[in-house]
T-cell receptor
Framework: NAGVTQTPKFQVLKTGQSMTLQCAQDMNHEYMSWYRQDPGMGLRLIHYSVGAGITDQGEVPNGYNVSRSTTEDFPLRLLSAAPSQTSVYFC?????????????FGPGTRLTVL | AQRVTQPEKLLSVFKGAPVELKCNYSYSGSPELFWYVQYSRQRLQLLLRHISRESIKGFTADLNKGETSFHLKKPFAQEEDSAMYYCALNWKGAQKLVFGQGTRLTINP
């Protein structure tokens, strides 16, 4: 199993550009989520999904869109990038109804918006 | 609102000394708490969860509902314990995981 994979590892954008961060998992996990990690602020939840076709907002959803057409994939779209979106982005997944609710994280995508 | 607070951004101790990373939470329901760790150049991974009452890599954490705390402790720190540590709280039927700000632990030789 590859676990949770994310592409790209690094990305530089100009203000106003759009892009999609890719996330995939091969563990058949129903639950997937996106976080951003900023110094001094920990990880903050952007969006999450409890299954294909179902998504919901987290703490900081503005400026981001998600969709979940398959169990395996959960892409995060930046519609019009802003410097405030410079961050490290982590995707995570877990089984729904898991007694221990452990989340498995991807390696992260470091995004810089100029 | 649900909140997790880690008051120390940085913590530095000597090898062999005891270490305690503080975590306080605010939550009106029954909390489910975790410690996650991120070693250099590695992924964020689960260290331990309060429901299991386990010791992992010599670390333990006890949930104190009276003080709303879930401090992480280890009696004798090792250099390989140097990492970023996050306390996290599950809420809303385990659909959202709220993280603290993180504590960077450095173990000096």
């Amino acid at each position: 199993n590859a676990g949770v994979t994310q592409t790209p590892k690094f990305q530089v954008l100009k203000t106003g550009q759009s892009m999609t961060l890719q996330c995939a998992q091969d563990m058949n996990h129903e639950y997937m989520s996106w976080y951003r990690q900023d110094p001094g602020m920990g990880l903050r939840l952007i969006h999450y999904s409890v299954g294909a076709g179902i998504t919901d907002q987290g703490e900081v959803p503005n400026g981001y869109n998600v969709s979940r057409s398959t169990t395996e994939d959960f892409p995060l779209r930046l519609l019009s990038a802003a410097p405030s979106q410079t961050s490290v982005y982590f995707c995570a997944s877990r089984l729904s109804g898991s007694a221990n609710n452990e989340q498995f994280f991807g390696p992260g995508t470091r995004l810089t918006v100029l | 609102a649900q909140r997790v607070t880690q008051p120390e951004k940085l913590l530095s101790v000597f090898k062999g000394a005891p270490v305690e990373l503080k975590c306080n939470y605010s939550y009106s329901g029954s909390p489910e708490l975790f410690w996650y760790v991120q070693y250099s150049r590695q992924r964020l991974q689960l260290l331990l969860r309060h429901i299991s009452r386990e010791s992992i890599k010599g670390f333990t954490a006890d949930l104190n509902k009276g003080e709303t705390s879930f401090h992480l402790k280890k009696p004798f720190a090792q250099e390989e314990d140097s990492a970023m540590y996050y306390c996290a709280l599950n809420w809303k039927g385990a659909q959202k995981l709220v993280f603290g700000q993180g504590t960077r632990l450095t173990i000096n030789p």
